[in-house]
């Protein structure tokens, strides 16, 4: 019964394969025929057999006229004929072979079995054999299960090792789920080349968004890291009595410092010459007031002069002043980046300084290009080490917020890792790699870098609004097959932008001749960018 | 086989009448067997066969084996139920004395039972039951051990009562007495005709019948196979929820709770006479029919298709045997 049960999930199994809504494999189905048959064989042995239905069965089978059934239930009797109907009803089971009378033999649950087995065998094949096809699609088939094999691997590596599975977002799992579904409809070859090659976008796009928004997580926290980083070097400051000076003069370069020293003395002599001129003037303009002669006229200019002269004193006394602090502080600064450098030579703190520097490295580029600087190996050693200098860390407070916005950094990266990785396999799968068809339309959408073109003859229809328009380029150089398909619609389907492309061109041809005055752009294509933006706005430009 | 002292004198016992009945009767084994079965089971037999197959001479030889008292009543529609019962009579001392009718004998031969009115029919089978006659209000008891075979004629003739379904219920057997084969029939006229006449011998006395009746009840029945058993039985009942469809079709009335008492007993001699200290399923299938053929009333859909209470007998057999699975599938 358990063999029939498993088989008959099996078969439910088998059917679900081939709709597509939940796969198997020989493997799997053999070992649930397998389980439940050990279930059933297990449950047979525990579950007990009355008494009294051994006796009725083994009368039965054996033709015992009931006389184990009666003596089972007078075993205990002591009437007239009960000694001897147990003394009859044990020679008779003496006398019974019990291979005979429970003989193995092929009954309902065997015939069930097997139809079911059949069943099973019978549609999994139907779903998956390749006896059926043509040799086309065999081949596209094949090429189909290559494409969901490396999605498979892939899929394994970013989300089913220990440390991804115990770090993924709600998102992550999704987008697991629906790789798992993806690889498996592509091995299955369940899916036409177009359905593949749609969802193989839409998962590319949706592994790209999550890591721009990890991205965006590691530079929240590398913010977080500085900010904390900050912290502690005031509080190191503070620590040795310099709390006035700030971060930025302790970093100051020693010649920088000599050179604003030299130039504050340069600057206090100055301000003394001046004092002194301008005091000798004040003087003589007291001793040209001590004249009773002077009319009301000349002694009403000479007040003004004096008020003058004093608030250029006052005005030097409190440069003096600040030069006086810049140079206690430019001294003190010295002093300062000494504290610096005795940290800086801590390699904890070195450490930790550059792990911030490779991670922001990493992010930006992550974020700028869509492709992180980092391995994913690399990121997982940075996190082990951070950890490892987490256990050795026992500074203060702000030291550990650096780290622990650090590691925070470090495992958003992984995550971008694992999207940015998602993201480059499914734009790298290469799909469509069927001979030449005859074609239809010129020009198409590409999918994926690769470097040798196969135009499906069946455009595909989408939802587009817009109508099909013609988009001329080149082959791109390099090795490889590529592969595109022709879609009726906006590139970027449900992400396409509402504002009319004449409002944006301008703006985007300004950046473009911008570029070309900076050199961004080889001179080579510069006159390709110009010929490309003057067939857009109808305008030859010289 | 275990040796049991009781079963095997039992089982001796009955060897020796049969053998001593078969001296005189020639074949008709089966008739032979079920009417000493019905001896052994303290239960009275209905024959049913037409004239001259041997009835009486069966139950003469069966009372002279036995070295019983044996009596014949052939009934006729003229006769009085004190005719059977018997009668008080004014004496010489002038008082009335009970003078004893055939129903006063250890077996008693009801030939052509249902040539008799309802009157006297009842009569007698109040004796049959009750093992006793009541005249001028007082009671006398019948000598044990008390076996009536009463015989009717197939045919339906004029003159004839049938029995009730009430007076029927009382007889453990009804048997078919078959036609002899045409071996039978020459063994037959040859020793009927020749000089020499065997005459069974006494091989058992009054006190071993009594004997025999006693061992009977001793045979053990599982509760599996009394539930078949009365799941036979209930199958007759055309309104019951375990009826059989043969006896919702057929079937006017099923049989009665005596069916099952008589299908049981008789179950315990077959298992003696097979040699088992048990009743078993086979034993019952055995015995069903001449237990049971009397105690279904067919109704007229039965008639119209042909059908005998033997045929519908067979299809409840089946009916129950399909319902009766091994307990344990493998």
């Not at chain 1, 679900?16 to 048959?37: F, K, N, Q």
């Not at chain 1, 390099?478 to 004449?502: H, M, N, T």
Request: net charge neutral.
């Amino acid at each position: 019964m358990g063999a029939c049960f498993g088989t008959a999930v099996s078969a439910v199994w088998a059917v679900l394969d081939w709709r597509s809504v939940l796969y198997t494999e020989w493997t799997w189905m053999g070992a649930c025929v397998i389980c439940i048959a050990l279930v059933g064989m297990v449950t047979g042995f525990a579950v007990p057999v009355r008494r009294k239905d051994l006796a009725a069965s083994v009368d039965r089978r054996g033709d015992l006229q009931d006389r184990l059934t009666t003596a089972i239930e007078r075993d205990s009797s002591q009437d007239t004929f009960d000694a001897a109907l147990q003394e009859d009803a044990a020679r008779s089971l003496d006398r019974l072979v019990p291979r005979e009378v429970f003989p193995i033999r092929f009954g309902r649950w065997h015939l069930a079995t097997l139809i079911l087995a059949l069943m099973a065998a019978s549609v999994f094949l139907l779903g998956n054999s390749p006896v059926v096809l043509s040799e086309e699609n065999r081949r596209l088939r094949e090429e189909l299960k290559k494409q969901g094999q490396a999605v498979e691997r892939v899929t394994k590596q970013q989300f089913e090792t220990p440390d991804a599975k115990r770090e993924m977002s709600a998102e992550e799992k999704r987008l697991a789920d629906e790789m798992r579904k993806y690889y498996r409809d592509l091995e299955k070859a369940h899916l036409s080349q177009e359905e593949a090659m749609q969802r193989s976008n839409e998962l590319g796009e949706k592994a790209d968004q999550l890591a721009k928004q990890a991205a965006q997580a590691v530079q929240q926290s590398l913010q977080q890291a500085q900010s904390a980083r900050a912290s502690m070097e005031k509080a190191t400051l503070d620590a040795n009595g310099l709390g006035n000076v700030s971060p930025q003069m302790a970093g100051m370069p020693e010649s920088e410092r000599e050179e604003k020293m030299a130039q504050a003395k340069a600057e206090a002599r100055s301000i003394q010459k001046q004092l002194g001129e301008l005091k000798r003037r004040l003087d003589e303009i007291n001793k040209k007031l001590a004249n009773p002669n002077l009319s009301g006229s000349e002694r009403k200019k000479l007040e003004d002069e004096r008020r003058d002269v004093e608030k250029q004193i006052a005005d030097l006394k409190e440069r003096a002043k600040a030069n006086l602090d810049e140079q206690k502080a430019l001294e003190l600064s010295k002093a300062a980046q000494e504290v610096f450098r005795k940290m800086m030579e801590d390699p904890l703190y070195k450490k930790l300084l550059e792990i911030e520097k490779k991670l922001a490295q990493d992010a930006k580029s992550a974020a700028k290009s869509g492709q992180p600087k980092m391995t994913d190996e690399e990121r997982k050693r940075l996190k082990e080490e951070l950890e490892q200098l987490a256990q050795q860390l026992k500074d203060p407070k702000a030291m550990k917020e650096y780290l622990e916005a650090l590691l925070k950094a470090a495992e958003e990266a992984k995550r971008m890792g694992r999207g940015v990785g998602i993201g480059l396999t499914l734009n790298h799968l290469g799909f469509m790699q069927a001979p030449p068809g005859p074609g239809g339309p010129g020009g198409g959408n590409w999918v994926g870098n690769v470097g040798q073109v196969y135009k499906l003859d069946k455009p595909t229809e989408s939802k587009g609004k817009t109508s099909t328009s013609v988009v001329s380029g080149e082959v791109r150089q390099g090795s490889g097959p590529q592969a595109f398909v022709e879609i009726k619609a906006p590139s970027f389907v449900g992400s396409r932008s509402g504002i009319p492309y004449q409002n944006v061109l301008p703006s985007y041809e300004r950046k473009a001749e911008s570029a070309l005055e900076r050199q961004q752009i080889p001179k080579e294509h510069q006159k390709r960018v110009k010929e490309y933006f003057d067939s857009l706005t109808g305008v030859k430009k010289e | 086989m275990p040796e049991q002292p009781e079963a095997t004198w039992f089982r001796d016992t009955f060897d020796r009448v049969r053998t001593e009945v078969q001296k005189v009767i020639v074949g008709q084994h089966d008739i032979v067997e079920s009417v000493l079965v019905g001896m052994a089971a303290n239960g009275h037999i209905l024959l049913e066969g037409m004239p001259g197959l041997g009835k009486t001479l069966l139950v003469r030889s069966l009372a002279k084996s036995l070295s019983l008292d044996f009596s014949r009543i052939q009934f006729t529609p003229d006769m009085m139920p004190a005719d059977v019962t018997g009668t008080n009579v004014l004496g010489e001392g002038r008082m009335f004395e009970f003078r004893k009718g055939p129903v006063f004998a250890n077996i008693v031969l009801a030939d052509e039972i249902n040539r008799a009115t309802p009157k006297t029919q009842s009569a007698m089978l109040e004796a049959m039951q009750e093992r006793s006659v009541t005249v001028g209000g007082k009671r006398h008891d019948l000598h044990e051990p008390f076996l009536v075979m009463a015989t009717q004629n197939p045919v339906e003739q004029e003159g004839t009562y049938p029995l009730p379904e009430a007076q029927l219920d009382r007889f453990f057997f009804k048997l078919l007495v078959p036609y002899p084969t045409k071996d039978e029939l020459r063994e037959v006229v040859l020793r009927t005709t020749g000089s020499a006449e065997q005459e069974p011998r006494p091989v058992a006395s009054r006190e071993d019948v009594l004997q025999m009746r006693a061992i009977v009840r001793e045979v053990p029945i599982a509760e599996a196979v009394l539930e078949y058993g009365l799941s036979m039985i209930v199958a007759t009942h055309p309104d019951g929820s375990g009826a059989s469809p043969a006896a919702t079709r057929y079937c006017r009335f099923g049989s009665s709770p005596r069916g099952a008492q008589s299908l049981v007993t008789a179950g315990k001699v077959h298992a003696l006479l097979a040699g088992r200290f048990n009743v078993s399923k086979d034993d019952l299938r055995k015995v069903l029919k001449p237990v049971l053929r009397h105690r279904i009333l067919l109704n007229f859909e039965a008639e119209a298709d042909g059908m005998t209470p033997d045929k519908v007998l067979d299809q409840v057999i089946s009916f129950v045997d399909e319902r009766d699975r091994d307990p344990i599938k493998i």
